[in-house]
């Protein structure tokens, strides 16, 4: 696997962001970082999610994993009041080719939860 620079300091801010949220003595109890990326986001999921266990191993988070949910591209118009969603992200409305339109999900990079392990 290529460590893809991009990804990586994504994975790093990833990181940095948990230890930003969880107690330090709580690190090594988080099992699960929950992460929504947009197919419009320009992440590669399967590189950041690399990077993010090539990061975390050997530190308190090493036994966290990262999940990944795509989130679909989806665009509405504002002419013609439609809500598309396409394979390939294009800021045209498929229905009436209006380019006066607005990205309503997938650019998106955000966690969306931390999983942390309740046991003593």
Same mark, same amino acid.
């Given at each position: 696997?290529?460590?893809?620079?991009?990804?990586?300091?994504?994975?790093?801010?990833?990181? &940095?962001?948990?230890?930003?949220?969880?107690?330090?003595? =709580? !690190?090594?109890? /988080?099992?699960? /970082?929950?992460?929504? /990326?947009?197919?419009?986001?320009?992440?590669?999921?399967? +590189?950041?999610?690399? +990077?993010?266990?090539?990061?975390?191993?050997?530190?308190?988070?090493?036994?966290?994993?990262?999940?990944?949910?795509?989130?679909?591209?989806?665009?509405?118009?504002? &002419?013609?009041?439609? &809500?598309? +969603?396409?394979?390939?992200?294009? !800021? /045209?409305?498929?229905?009436?080719?209006?380019?006066?339109?607005?990205? !309503? +999900?997938?650019?998106?990079?955000?966690?969306?939860?931390?999983?942390?392990?309740?046991? =003593?």
């Amino acid at each position: 696997d290529i460590i893809n620079m991009h990804e990586l300091s994504l994975a790093q801010n990833i990181i &940095e962001t948990i230890r930003q949220n969880v107690a330090a003595g =709580e !690190l090594e109890k /988080v099992r699960e /970082v929950i992460v929504e /990326v947009g197919a419009f986001s320009g992440v590669v999921a399967d +590189s950041l999610k690399f +990077s993010f266990e090539a990061i975390t191993a050997g530190t308190e988070l090493n036994n966290a994993v990262m999940e990944i949910i795509d989130i679909p591209f989806c665009l509405k118009c504002n &002419e013609c009041g439609s &809500e598309t +969603s396409t394979e390939i992200p294009m !800021l /045209v409305c498929t229905i009436c080719g209006s380019g006066n339109t607005q990205i !309503l +999900s997938g650019d998106e990079l955000k966690i969306k939860e931390l999983k942390i392990t309740t046991e =003593e």
